[in-house]
Every structure is written in C-alpha cells, then in structure tokens.
C-alpha cells in the first residue's frame, strides 16, 4: 500500500469533532451521574464499565469496517491506493483499528502497575481514586491527542520512522533485561519543582486538589498522586504513540484506538488492581510486543512491500500476550502448591 492517508483530517474533520463530543459526553456522564458522590468501585462495578467501554469499542470497529468497504466501493482512487479490492481493504483498516487497540490497551498495563504504587504512596482511599484517575484520564486523552498530531507529521519522514523502531526495540529489550527500579514519586523531579511552588497539606482533605487555609493556595496529596500520574502517562506516550503507528500510518485510527483504549483505563484499574501482581510475567509480554512493533516500523514493513500483515501482526500479538499472562498463572499456581 502506498503511504497515503486514506482517512485525512480534512476531509474528516467532521467526524474528528463529533467523536470528541462523544468522548467529553461519556466522560460527563461518568463523573457527573454516575460518580457525582465519592464512592469505592466495588469489582461488579469495574466489570460492567469494563465491558461496556469494550463493546463501545468492539461496535466501533464494526461500523468502521462497514464504513470503509462502503467507502472503498464508492471511491475508486481510494481502492487503487490500497491496492485491494473493496472488502478485503476494508478488512485490512478494521483489522488495523483492532490490533491497534489491543495493543493500546495491553501496553496500558503499565499504567495500572504506576496508579497501584501511587495511591498506595501517598494513602489515597478507594472512594477518592476514582476521581483522581478521572481527571488522569481527562489529561492523558490530551497529551495523546498532541502526541498523535506530533506523530502523524514526524512519522511521515522514513529515518524518523525508523529512528523510532529502533527506539521502541531498545525499549522492549530494556523492559525484558533490566532489573525494575522501585517508583518514588518524591524524587520525580516535577514533584518537586511542584512542591516548591505550592505547599502541600500533610493529609488529603476530601476529595479536593487545593485547598485555601489563611489567605494561602495548599495543593493536597491527591494533587501531587494526580500530577505524578499525568507525568508518567507522558513517558507512556512516548512508547504507545510510537507503537500504534507501527501498526498504522492513519491518524484517524490510532486517534479512536487510543481513544478508546484510555476511556476503559479506569474500570480495567478498579477490577485489575487487586491481582495485577499476580502476573508478573507480562511485562516480558509487554517488552517482546514493543520489540516487534520496533522492528515492524525499522524493517518488516519494508521487507514486505511496504507493509508487514496486519493479520500475522495481529496473531502474534494476541499469541506473546496470552502466553505471559497463562505463563504468569501457570507458574503462580505452582509455585502455590509447593509450598
């Protein structure tokens, strides 16, 4: 396939900005009915938005795909540039939306493993987490956007494209390799420049982010685990960016898959958070899948014409996650027997 954008943001622009009133649509709803009082997430709750914001997704995709061989069908320029006939490039742009969020949301693990430590750090309640992860998700949603928009015009470059496989491959070979260094929000150095411009409370007052004592702004605890948060989605970006484009050069894609990917964050948080430990085999999971996107975008897509499978690209995503998640289980199990 050609590198040509075969959804561009002029002639979608339209779509772009009805899909954004979606997203801060559902988003209001979610803080503003359904978490308007600070409450626990009980487990039941997490699964059912959970499956919701995967169906949301997995309809998406669906209407998508019928979108595209409707638009293929129509638009012969469209078809001589995919190098397919109708449905078999429609196939192709669905299967991409598709690998594309799975690998969103596997790599989005990672954020699960930062929001544990943080709120275990500084003692933030269940009933006040979700409001903290919310306006965490609210800010990740723009870094991404900016990051996306960053991409899609670097990207277009063939030494930058390749300047970043090599990136994510050393990335997947440091997360396999290297020892993990424990998470000290305290030392992180927007902490502390943070910190010497507002002063912060000893102890969480409610679920406010700053509070006023005597003429004086205080930022409170939950501010500092929210900051701390948004800054390490920044660094996530800078690897899960990277990957997606690895999958597909379309905007439009990577923007909705991540989208969507983001928007299940929390309710996967709130139902994984408590066994997420148990899989301590997947970050090897993580760091081969980073690897292979690496060498997706360095070199497979050229040593097949432009373009690596998406299909096989998908199979084995799918194959190297599931195999360190039963890995995990396998392993734990035993262990738990032997002793």
Do not use: C
């Not at 002029?10 to 600070?38: C, I, P, S």
């Not at 998470?183 to 000893?202: A, H």
């Amino acid at each position: 396939m050609e590198n040509v954008i075969l959804f561009p943001f002029n002639e979608y622009w339209l779509f772009y900005l009805g899909f954004t009133f979606f997203v801060f649509l559902m988003l209001a709803l979610d803080l503003g009915v359904f978490h308007r009082e600070a409450h626990e997430v009980t487990f039941k709750e997490s699964l059912i938005w959970s499956i919701v914001w995967v169906s949301l997704a997995l309809i998406f995709n669906f209407l998508f795909y019928k979108y595209a061989g409707w638009k293929f069908e129509n638009d012969s320029r469209l078809l001589s540039i995919s190098g397919f006939d109708a449905e078999s490039a429609a196939k192709s742009v669905g299967l991409e939306f598709l690998t594309g969020y799975i690998v969103e949301k596997t790599l989005a693990v990672d954020n699960i493993f930062v929001f544990v430590v943080v709120f275990s750090f500084f003692s933030v309640p269940l009933k006040y987490q979700h409001r903290v992860l919310f306006f965490g998700i609210l800010g990740a949603l723009i870094f991404r956007i900016i990051f996306i928009a960053l991409g899609s015009i670097l990207l277009q470059y063939q030494w930058i494209v390749i300047i970043f496989g090599i990136f994510l491959i050393i990335t997947g070979l440091k997360i396999i390799f290297a020892p993990e260094k424990p998470i000290d929000p305290e030392k992180n150095p927007v902490i502390k420049l943070f910190k010497k411009i507002f002063p912060v409370t000893p102890k969480i007052e409610g679920q406010k982010f700053f509070i006023r004592k005597e003429g004086v702004l205080y930022a409170t605890p939950l501010m500092i685990a929210l900051l701390f948060i948004e800054v390490s989605d920044i660094i996530f970006a800078v690897d899960s960016v990277p990957a997606i484009f690895a999958i597909t050069k379309e905007p439009l894609i990577v923007f909705t898959s991540n989208v969507f990917a983001i928007l299940g964050l929390r309710a996967m948080y709130f139902m994984l958070a408590g066994i997420i430990h148990k899989f301590r085999y997947l970050k090897y999971g993580l760091g081969v899948v980073l690897v292979f996107v690496g060498l997706k975008m360095a070199w497979l897509n050229d040593a097949f014409g432009g373009k690596f499978p998406i299909s096989w690209s998908l199979i084995i995503i799918i194959v190297v996650i599931s195999t360190s998640i039963l890995v995990s289980l396998f392993i734990k199990q035993k262990d738990e027997k032997s002793n």
